[in-house]
């Protein structure tokens, strides 16, 4: 079991940083939250993502990003990150018919899932010009927790006793991007600069459009951001169950516009969803006995979601 192999890790070590054991909570692959538990089609699970809510938030989407590669000139291909179960490339590849749709995914392709390439590595991806989609995607990145504590930033680890996994902390010797107050905690999250560094010499022209829960750096530092779901609920004793639980935190959007802006990008704009839901014309998508659904994507998800556009002119 994953508490066993953690268990035995940092024994060997003396303890784990809490972005490593994200990463195996997570990533494992015999029993790693994404790569084992959450490959079922079905909707239910720990959470409920948007597309999966209902097909007006793909068919939304596909509206705007038809109207955004007209206006640049751009071919109609996309890159998804993160593709999930496959309900958003569905949704956008029945509105948009794109020359290619490609998702960028460590699970496995849906059976069920048509007209779409599915790959596991920004390696198998050619360079090309159009679009770089994602819902989701940047909050499923390990993460550092770092906690501010008599005037010292210390950041929380992982140790053992007795079998049992326990939270410790250690001075922390980095740089954040956010400034924290006496009592915060920020979510550091450790893999964004390389993998954009590495998506920017994939993208050579084009719109990059990502959904996700968080805020500005003030927002996310003065809340509770990191946060464990079990069973559809809030969990604290992920130590316990760490093979069945979610690990995510709050993302900065703060921080995400900086290393975009470094590896060769231009934050166009950063809304709420529901406003970008609305301004692009989701009551024309919104099926029948779905307002429920609609509501909850605008409401709900609307205050909490934010979405976040940038561009990437061609490198001379």
């Known amino acids: ?34 790569t084992k538990k959450r490959i079922k089609t079905g909707l239910g699970e720990d959470f409920v993502t948007a597309p999966e809510v209902s097909k007006s938030f793909g068919k939304t989407v596909a509206n705007y990003l038809k109207r955004r590669v007209e206006e640049l000139s ?23 018919n794109p020359e290619s749709y490609t998702v960028l ?13 599915w790959v596991k590595s920004l390696k198998e991806v050619e360079p090309f010009e159009g679009v770089v989609l994602s819902n989701e995607f940047f909050d499923a990145f390990p993460f550092k927790r770092i906690k501010k504590t008599e005037g010292e ?23 954040l991007p956010c400034q924290i107050g006496e009592g915060e905690e920020y979510c550091l999250f450790t893999g964004w600069e390389d993998f954009l560094r590495e998506l920017s010499g994939k993208l050579k022209r084009g719109v990059f ?10 927002e996310v530092a003065g809340r509770k951001s990191f946060r464990a779901f079990r069973k559809n609920r809030l969990s604290e004793d992920y130590l316990k169950h760490p093979e069945e639980t979610d690990l995510t935190a709050l993302v900065d959007f703060d921080y995400l516009s ?11 704009r950063l809304a709420p969803q529901s406003s970008f839901l609305l301004e692009n014309g989701i009551e024309k998508f919104i099926e029948p006995g779905e307002v429920p659904q ?10 909490k979601f934010k979405v976040l556009e940038a561009t990437r002119a061609r490198s001379r």
């Open 1 to 34: 079991m994953l508490k066993e192999k953690i268990v035995k890790e940092v024994r060997k070590r003396g303890f784990i940083t809490f972005d490593r054991f994200v990463e195996v909570c997570l990533y494992d692959r015999e029993f790693g939250y994404y």
């Open 74 to 96: 751009l071919p109609l291909k996309i890159l998804e990150l993160g593709g999930g179960k496959g309900f958003l490339a569905k949704d956008v590849v029945e509105t948009l």
């Open 105 to 117: 995914e460590v699970r496995e392709k849906p059976k069920w899932l048509k007209g779409v390439k």
């Open 153 to 175: 930033l210390r950041e929380v680890v992982i140790r053992e006793r007795d079998g049992e996994l326990y939270e410790d902390t250690v001075p922390f010797s980095g740089e």
């Open 209 to 218: 459009l990502t959904f996700d829960y968080g805020g500005k750096c003030r």
């Open 258 to 268: 900086l290393l975009l802006e470094k590896t060769g990008f231009k934050v166009e």
């Open 294 to 303: 609609a509501l909850m994507l605008l409401v709900d998800m609307g205050r």
